[in-house]
């Protein structure tokens, strides 16, 4: 399985309002990085709150919004009923990085975002995401 990446919409939000990322058809930029992810809508699911209990196995989990819709999920803001159940989620996005991440560091677009960077230079997408929220969260 690829690595997927989760990004809440209120964090998103508030990366494009001070330019720690770009986003433009899709794809989400991580700049002074050059990362890129291609972003489906999704949702993370927080709890199961009708009490029926769990029995879709969901929660702790993001979903892309088209995969719920195809279980028969219905979603409304931070909500999602789903036969009977019903779950409180919060609203994003699930990025899949674009190409692997040997292919990003050798990429001129990484040598071109990281040339006035400081620090250690980040080992894994892990590594590099790591780096990005402890400065932006």
């Known amino acids: 399985m690829e690595n997927r990446v989760f990004f809440p919409q209120a964090l998103l939000d508030q990366w494009l309002g001070n330019g720690a990322v770009e986003l433009d058809d899709g794809i989400l930029e ?4 050059g990362r890129r992810y291609r972003l489906a ?16 196995d969901l929660v702790g989990r993001a979903k892309t919004r088209a995969f719920l819709e195809q279980m028969g999920a ?15 989620v919060e609203p994003g996005w699930v990025g899949v990085p674009v190409g692997t991440f040997a292919e990003h560091v050798g990429s ?12 250690p230079e980040p080992t894994t997408d892990e590594d590099l995401l790591a780096s990005f929220l402890s400065k932006h969260l």
């Open 30 to 33: 991580i700049l002074g990085e």
């Open 41 to 56: 809508e999704a949702v993370r699911v927080l709890r199961e709150v009708s009490g029926v209990g769990d029995t879709h």
């Open 74 to 88: 219905e979603l409304v803001e931070g909500s999602m009923l789903l036969g009977e159940c019903a779950y409180d």
């Open 108 to 119: 001129a677009a990484r040598k071109e975002a990281r040339a006035d960077a400081f620090g």
